[in-house]
């Protein structure tokens, strides 16, 4: 009786390297973005009246609708909180969920968009770097960049201008006459606030639902006394220590993110940081995307991802997760201190947004530095900043401390 032999064993199949297993990632077709926000209608760059066909179309900021320049029709996009349920649904959110106006950029993604036009079938380049609107050369229509194009120049939704150009200076004008007492005299020759322009600056806007933790020590006082040291006081206190664990969830609806890497940096060297003093916009009322709403203002693209923006989510998360336990924390009159804290972000759902912002900004040249007065042309709250003379300030600090010296000498001499 013979007995067949097992087949010999295949040589092991070595691992792919790193490099085979990126080229086969790049290799696999792209997933469609989880909410597609391309508004069809308008896919052929022509945005036309609604009741007469004509492309003079802009918007008319008292109303915050768009305006045919022809018959004077007014018309407005759908809100995108209706229209793709954008505020619902957050706490069965999982994952990343990106709309495809806020979808990657790409590095290589050009510019420039060439039309063929609807109306005389001229082409025509318009350059998204400067401006998302054009004239045909030929028959005049105006042409519009609405499809979406991979370089952060065409998000998922605008939320209009409310305020007026003339509301907008008032608003400015405002501002500074209040600091005009401290403000540079060269600033004061040359403020001229019917310069301001209105800018759409790039956010995104995120719901999410998370889970925070915190620990730390908190301080119960037990017992406060003073002692005298020489001539000086000395208070001392007693208190009981406890260990203080913290577990909260939570949601958030339309937190809003810098879209752009220069306008989110923080510190001494540029003032741009006040443009996130006059948050928050009314971001329910923003509409889908129709490039309209740009025409007669200027706008900065979005040059920040997703991935780029989750670790400032996370800090945002933290904050938040802070404040919602902090009623739970009375007991300990002498405060936490927090040691470690973590963040789990359970699912997250990001909109691209342009946000209406009218701007006023001034060159310090002895300071090299840029000043903006920045106005949300949604609610008008304003914030900026205004060179002041330090000889002005250092005047007005020695009066004060006259005066107070003043006021001291007489009631130590009245009690004597």
């Given amino acids: 009786m013979t007995q067949e032999l097992p087949p010999p064993p295949s040589p092991e199949e070595p691992a792919p390297s790193l490099a085979e297993e990126l080229e086969a990632a790049r290799a696999e077709p792209e997933s469609p973005p989880s909410i597609e926000t391309v508004n069809e209608s308008l896919r052929d760059g022509i945005n036309r009246c609604p009741k007469c066909g004509s492309t003079d179309v802009r918007l008319r900021g008292s109303s915050g609708m768009l305006m045919c320049l022809f018959c004077r029709n007014e018309w407005q996009e759908t809100r995108v909180e209706e229209r793709f349920g954008l505020g619902e649904g957050i706490r069965d959110l999982d994952g990343t969920v990106i709309a495809s106006g806020a979808e990657d950029i790409a590095a290589d993604a050009q510019d420039t968009v060439t039309f063929k036009c609807e109306g005389c079938g001229a082409e025509v380049v318009v350059d998204t770097a400067e401006s998302l609107n054009a004239r045909c050369h030929w028959c005049r229509h105006t042409l519009n960049v609405n499809s979406q194009i991979p370089n952060g120049a065409v998000p998922d939704a605008v939320l209009p201008f409310k305020l007026t150009k003339d509301e907008g200076v008032a608003r400015i004008r405002e501002f500074a006459g209040r600091r005009r007492l401290f403000a540079h005299p060269r600033f004061k020759e040359e403020f001229v606030p019917e310069n301001v322009m209105g800018v759409y600056l790039p956010y995104l806007v995120v719901d999410a639902h998370a889970d925070a933790t915190y620990r730390g020590e908190g301080e119960v006082q037990t017992r406060r006394w003073t002692e005298k040291r020489g001539d000086d006081s000395v208070t001392y206190y007693a208190a009981d220590v406890y260990r203080v664990d913290r577990e909260v969830s939570f949601v958030v609806d339309d937190l809003t993110l810098e879209g752009s890497s220069e306008r989110a940096t923080m510190g001494p060297g540029n003032t741009n940081n006040i443009v996130n003093t006059i948050l928050p916009f009314d971001t329910k009322n923003a509409v889908q995307w129709n490039a309209s709403y740009l025409t007669g203002f200027s706008s900065e693209k979005r040059d ?61 040249e002895d300071k090299q530095l840029l000043h903006y007065i920045a106005v949300n042309a949604r609610t008008g709250e304003t914030m900026g900043s205004v060179p002041v003379s330090h000889p002005r300030l250092f005047l007005a600090a020695l009066t004060v401390g006259t005066f107070l010296e003043g006021i001291a000498g007489a009631i130590l001499v009245a009690s004597a």
């Fill in 304 to 364: 920040l991802n997703v991935a780029d923006l989750h670790p400032v989510l996370e800090d945002q998360l933290l904050s938040i997760g802070r404040s919602e336990v902090q009623a739970s924390l009375r007991q300990f009159d002498r405060g936490v201190r927090w040691e470690a804290e973590g963040v789990d972000v359970g699912g997250s759902r990001w909109v691209a947004m342009y946000l209406p912002v009218w701007l006023y900004s001034y060159f310090q």
